[in-house]
């Protein structure tokens, strides 16, 4: 594992990955999704999702970071990937969609806490204010996709 600026960058080149991936697999669950509530819910959170994956290339740019998929990227992105595909098919794999998506967004907002960190032990004001607005953002996101997480787990045991 890198260390230093190095280190920085690889975890930028994750962040990177990892919103890549919540972007693709938000955008095909928006359209493959059997709840109408939830797809419009994706849709909307789609739009902050893409704005975040700007930020985060923005920022990482002067690092040389790209989004390149390491392990952690890489094992996440093709789960996600995966039960994206098989979201139409069955309720269940739509369910196993959104769990995996709700999972990969979490990541980014415990991956924003050390970001935030970093930056304040760095002094690099305009990362941690963004990278702070950003984890608000996540977290809000997280908790409403959490919540029709559930309710749809409610919909398909009750079916």
Known sequence: MPAGTEFIKHEFDEAIAIQETICQCGESLAKSHP???VRKQLQTALKTDR?????????????GATGKREEVAEGLSALAEETSRKAGEEASEAYEAQAVLLNLKRKQ??????VIKIARETGDKDLRDATTQMRKEIKSGADELGKSLADFAVRIATA
């Not at 704005?51 to 690092?63: A, C, D, N, S, V």
């Not at 907002?109 to 050390?114: H, L």
Request: charged fraction near 30%; charge should be positive; proline fraction near 5%.
């Open 51 to 63: 704005r975040h994956l700007e930020k985060l290339r923005t920022f990482g740019r002067p690092l």
């Open 35 to 37: 709840v109408a509530a």
């Open 109 to 114: 907002q415990d991956s924003a806490d050390a």
